[in-house]
Structure formats: structure tokens, C-alpha cells
């Protein structure tokens, strides 16, 4: 089993607490005069959804779990759950769309990802770092906006709200950072 220490920690780490799976939310190296340095973090249960702020010493060591990761692609969501397919065996397995968080807001139909099992069930999904989404739904943008600077909200075919420049408009394809939510570049103008 592998170990990791605070100095490591990254968003989206998952790590065993306490005889339990949590991932880390949040986490701020916090040095304090005349005292051993802090990491506060912001830790979420993985099931059962529990988020807690613990502080830990620098330097304390967590054991990570064995998560094994399988490609699997998404076939269809509704209002409780997204449904995915592995692409190996073609076994498909369900995960409750309140454990997928904001992850849910740049998936779509027939999109692969990585789903994280956990003792032989699946836990989590695992996006890439960037999607191409479509723009349904903004203000129409004007000639020379590209130059200003300026955002504007824009709904994508997701319905995830996100702030996009000016110059973008409906139909147009962008890339999305799936770690903050933010508009990285157009692919394809509409």
C-alpha cells in the first residue's frame, strides 16, 4: 500500500482517514510563527458525502487507496444518476450524481472517461483536464469584442453555466478546463 504525506496533497487526491475513503476538496499550507507548519484541508467522504475540515501537521502520512481506474463510456444520466458501460466487458454500473459532484456539468452522452472502482465497485469518474463543449445558449457577440477583454455568461450543451469572452457565440465549439470550470479556447467557430 502506498503512502502519501501533506506536502503532496493536490485537489482530487484520494486517501484513506481514519479506516475510511475521503478526497480532498480543498487544502492550504498554513505556517504559523513559533509553531510546526499546518495543512488545513477540506475532506470529502467518498460515500457517504460527509465533508469535514480537518487539520493535519506537516509531515503526517496517509495510506492511499487501491483504486483501479477502467475506460468506460457514458451511455445516459437522469435526475438521480449517470449510467456508464466499461469498454472491456461491457458491464455497466451506475453512480449517484450527488457522489460525481461538479464533474457532472462537462459530461455528455457517449463520452469516455475513467471510472474509479474501489473493492470492485465504482466510486468516482475520473474527466480529462479539458473538453469540447458547445455554446447553446448567449449574447450574441459584436466585431471587435475580441479585442476588449470582456465575458459574458454562456450555457453549454451540459447546461453548465460558464463565463466565456465576448466574441464567442451560440453554436461556437470551446475547450473547458474540467478542474475550475473556465473557458480555455474556441475550437470551431459556429
Not at 469518474?125 to 465575458?151: A, F, Q, R, Y
Amino acid at each position: 500500500m502506498s503512502i502519501v504525506e501533506t506536502s503532496k496533497f493536490y485537489k482530487g487526491l484520494k486517501i484513506i482517514y481514519e479506516n475510511d475513503l475521503w478526497e480532498i476538496i480543498e487544502f492550504q499550507h498554513r505556517v504559523m510563527q513559533q509553531r510546526s507548519p499546518v495543512v488545513k484541508t477540506k475532506l470529502k467522504n467518498i460515500f457517504t458525502g460527509l465533508v469535514q475540515e480537518k487539520s493535519f501537521r506537516s509531515g503526517d502520512s496517509f495510506s492511499l487507496p487501491d483504486l483501479t481506474k477502467r475506460e468506460s463510456q457514458i451511455l445516459y444520466s437522469d435526475e438521480e444518476s449517470v449510467t456508464f458501460m466499461d469498454t472491456e466487458n461491457f458491464e455497466q454500473f451506475s453512480i449517484n450524481i450527488e457522489k460525481l459532484g461538479n464533474k457532472i456539468d462537462f459530461i455528455k452522452e457517449e463520452q469516455i472517461v475513467l471510472l474509479l472502482h474501489y473493492n470492485g465497485a465504482p466510486i468516482d469518474m475520473e474527466l480529462p483536464t479539458h473538453v469540447e463543449l458547445e455554446i447553446i445558449e448567449t449574447e450574441p457577440g459584436l466585431k471587435g469584442d475580441s479585442v476588449t477583454g470582456g465575458n459574458k455568461p454562456a450555457k453549454l450543451e451540459t447546461n453548465a453555466s460558464i463565463s466565456v469572452p465576448l466574441f464567442i457565440n451560440i453554436g461556437d465549439i470551446i475547450k473547458v478546463d474540467t478542474r475550475d470550470g473556465k473557458y480555455l479556447e474556441r475550437i470551431k467557430k459556429a
